[in-house]
């Protein structure tokens, strides 16, 4: 019998495997069992999500290099960045609180974001490149423990406990961390894992990634 060049996925709601090889692009994969949406396979899967990447590694430098806020409070001004911010924490006795908000909002995004990149590098620039393969497998297991988003909604009750009692002026860093939200949201909901391990398997069989 002759063998097909097989696309398959599992379904996350009731696990039934398919074969997605047929969708074209520009079209939406649903289960055949459930209905669930599978993915999208959207019409430029690298482009586009490598654009929205780049961005988010912009964004990601400056809202760790530049102040998110600046208080005054009685006369004495006090600037903070990201990572600062952890430092503060373990200083002030709370270490596994540190430790807990570092590797959220600074490690494991800035890995998953540099990671993505190289891939998408990688698999648009039609390289084998070393590590792709491993940072793959470690950024689909740290994605679910990005939490920006979290992070900023923290920073927005803060901002609004201390208005109260001093004044706090947002600095470039904020702006950068919203939109590093927003960017990263875009990417993640742009971005397929099962057609990055498809592209990376075609590339490993000597076929061309497109
Ligand atoms: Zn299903």
Not at 77 to 104: K, M, N, Q, W, Y
Not at 123 to 139: E, G, M, P, Q
Not at 182 to 207: T, V
Request: aromatic fraction near 10%; include cysteine.
């Amino acid at each position: 019998m002759e063998e097909k060049n097989q696309l398959l996925t599992v379904c996350r709601a009731c696990d039934a495997l398919q074969d997605v090889s047929h969708i074209t692009k520009g079209n939406i994969a649903s289960c055949i069992c459930c209905g669930v949406r599978l993915f999208k396979h959207s019409k430029s899967p690298i482009e586009f999500p490598l654009a929205i990447l780049l961005a988010c590694a912009i964004f990601f430098v400056i809202a760790n290099i530049y102040p998110v806020m600046q208080l005054n409070i009685a006369g004495i001004d006090r600037e903070t960045t990201l990572i600062e911010t952890t430092h503060i924490l373990f200083i002030e006795g709370s270490p596994i609180l540190a430790t807990i908000v570092g590797l959220s909002s600074v490690v494991f995004p800035g890995f998953c974001v540099f990671s993505l990149l190289y891939i998408f590098l990688s698999i648009y620039f039609n390289k084998k490149w070393h590590l792709t393969r491993a940072l793959l497998i470690w950024v689909s297991r740290l994605l679910p423990w990005v939490m920006m988003d979290v992070y900023l909604l923290a920073i927005l009750v803060a901002i609004v406990k201390l208005v109260s009692l001093a004044n706090v002026v947002l600095g470039i860093g904020f702006s950068a961390l919203v939109g590093f939200v927003i960017f990263y949201a875009i990417a993640m909901s742009s971005i397929e894992m099962h057609m990055l391990w498809a592209r990376l398997d075609k590339s490993n069989n000597g076929e061309q990634y497109e």
